[in-house]
Structure formats: structure tokens, C-alpha cells
């Protein structure tokens, strides 16, 4: 009898081992939930909602149920401060003596009764239950295990598998059995991926594992995390902290401002980022489908700021700039020469959108003979206007482009800057 219940004991551990294996998860956390399943189901066979519990010979590693209770003449006084569900909790560690006979005819108050139940015997309902249990206790662990892994890695690159599309949603698999999705607006336009391509993104959030639902990692490559990942990936001085990334705005896609600053002083910022002959920036433009990205180097003088976020160069010639009182953010007009403004607006404007998401202004872009033509009753009038982008002609159309604020997220007052310098 002992060979076959040490031979039963064995099996039960390897099938434990494998299953741990199979969930990724410690072989503590899978007998954990063994044991409550055996619980469970010991008192479905017993009819009885007292103290079970599951004991390990440390020596064979036997495994046996075990009913141990302490048999009573009454329920102790517990402190009126206790729920009923303490109380009840409580109470199932005693067992009257009246009831404690028909276990054991010697049972007396006092005594602490042990009973060693056979889980062979605890009937083909009890032992589904009993791994029903399990399976559930043990999804529970893996919803748990994923949430604790990912909860302090959001903003950090992945790499993935795309595995198949839900709904324009793609999901994608991050490896150790877990599956994150990629939503339809965390993709850039131009995203195509075929079944088992590999994708890189960043980790944008995770949700907490509630009831019968697993914590969801959620995938982003619209997000301006995605871009300092990159930076950091394919540049050794980001990524070591010799470069500091000072801010970043984009529309995914499209085009990019990326301020940098060099700790030190015999780096220039903005070629190392971009490398010998492009290449740096060149892999990070491949891996955004060819987005526009401008270095801008940035600088404690913001006049000097200004001119590098906005990609005025000295060939660029800026007649005059000031500020617009009144609004929030602060807004600024530039007046430039005729020849110089499609360069400092942009294709479609988004130089000078970006350029103003940068440094935390709305930027009103004049043409010199439009500032000079206009009299001074329709120059206040434009500039206090409020949709500043009605000053941009070349603009003014864009409003589909310029309304989608989730992919353009705006610095911190700290700012940053452009490698137009």
C-alpha cells in the first residue's frame, strides 16, 4: 500500500512539475493552488466546512488530507469586533463533541481530532470540482504573474510576433506566453504586417487582472515613448546618457521634432544622433515608415531655442518675432521673408504645428509682404484670431490633420529643440 500511494505521490508531483512549466509560473505558486483544489474538494466528499488541510511528508513527500479540528463542549467568545465572516472563518477550526463522536467515539473536549481522509475516494464530482479549481486558481496566478511582470516596463521597446488581427487590432506575441494587442490607433497609417512579421513597439499600459480577465498589455508605436526607445536603441550616447532627450513631438507618420542635448561638451548632440552620412537616423526613419524626424539642438538661450525648434537656419531670414499677450499658451507671431516661408512652415504645415508643440507656443507665421500690406486694424485682427492658423494660409486647410492631439503630445516646460542649426 505504501509503494502504490508513494508511486500515486509521484505522479501527482511530475504532473505539478510540468504544469508549472507549461504556465511559466514557480512550482510553490502551482502546489499552492493543488492544495486548495484538494481542500475544496474534501469538503464536497464530507459534507463538512471545518479545518482541512493538505500535509507534505518532507521526508517520502507523501501527501495527505487531513481533517484537524479541536474538539469542544462550545464555541469559544470572540471579540464582538469580528465580522461574521471571522467568525465563521474561525469557528471552523472547532468541532463540537456531540458531532466529534461521529468521527471518533473517544472524542472528548479537548481533544484535537485528525483524520486523515483518502482523496482517492472523494467521488468523481468532488475531484472535477477539484481540478476546476485548479484551473481557475492557476489562471489566476498567470493573470497575476503577467501583470507583475509588465507593470514597470511600460515605455520600454518590445520586440514581437504578430500572430493575427482582431478587428484592425494586432496581436502580438512578447514572448514568455504572452500575448499583447497593438489597438488600430496605437498603429501608424502606414503599418502592414503579414501573419509572424516582426514588430517593435513599446509597452504603452497594462491593466490590472480583475475577476475571469487577465491583465491586457497594450502595445503603442504612435506614442513619443516609441521614438525615444529608438533613439536609445540606435544611438550609444542616448542610451548611455551623454545625449539627453529634452522633448518630443510628432504626427506618427509624418514627421518628427526630437530635441537633444549633450552633457558633454565635445559631443555635438544633433551629429551624433543623426551618424556618419545619416545612417543613425536613417534606421530609426526606416523602422517609423520613413517619418520625418528633425533633430533640433536644444539650448538654454531661448532665442537661440526658438530659432532651432522653428528650423531657422541663418540662411532663413526672420524679420521680426513678439509675443501676443492674453493667450494660453503663450502665442508668438514671426514675420519671414516671402522666399522663406513654405521652408519654415512646412510641408502641410506640420514644421511649424510641431515647432510650436515643441516649445509649448501657438506660432502665427506671417510673409513679409503680408505683415507689410496689411494695415494695422487687420494685422490685430489676425493675431489676436482665434484659430492662429488662419494666419497661415498654406494652413489653413488642415484641420483633420491638426485636431488629432493624441498623436502629438506636447514637451514639458523644461522644452527642448532642432538640428537645424
Known sequence: MAKKTAKKTSMIKGALEILAKEKNVAIEEVFSAFRESLIAAARKYMKLHKNIEVDVDPDTEDIKVVLRVEVVDDFPDYDSALSPEDVEKMDEHYMLEEQAKEYHPEAQAGYMLEIELPFDNFG????QEAR???????NEVERNRI??????????????QVLRIEKNNAIISIGSNVDAILPNNHRMSKDRWKIGQSVKAVIDSISEPSKGVGAQVVLSRVSKEFVRELFKQEIPEVYDGTIEIKGIVRIPGYRAKVAVFSRDDRVDPS???IGLKGQRIQAITRELNNERIDVVH???DPEVYFRRALGATNNVNIIKTFEVPGFNPPRTVVVVGDEDVGVVIGDKGQAVRLAGLLLGKEICIFSESDWTNSSEEERETLIHSQDPRTVVKKAASL?????????TEEPSPSGAINSDE
Do not use: V, Y
Not at 468523481?124 to 475531484?127: G, H, S, V
Not at 476546476?132 to 492557476?138: A, F, G, V
Not at 484641420?399 to 492631439?405: Q, V
Open 124 to 127: 468523481r464530482l468532488a475531484i
Open 271 to 273: 551629429g551624433a544622433c
Open 298 to 300: 536644444w539650448d538654454p
Open 132 to 138: 476546476q479549481r485548479l484551473k481557475q486558481r492557476m
Open 147 to 160: 501583470f507583475e511582470i509588465f507593470k514597470n516596463k511600460i515605455g520600454t521597446l518590445i520586440n514581437g
Open 399 to 407: 484641420d483633420t490633420l491638426f485636431n488629432s492631439k493624441e498623436n
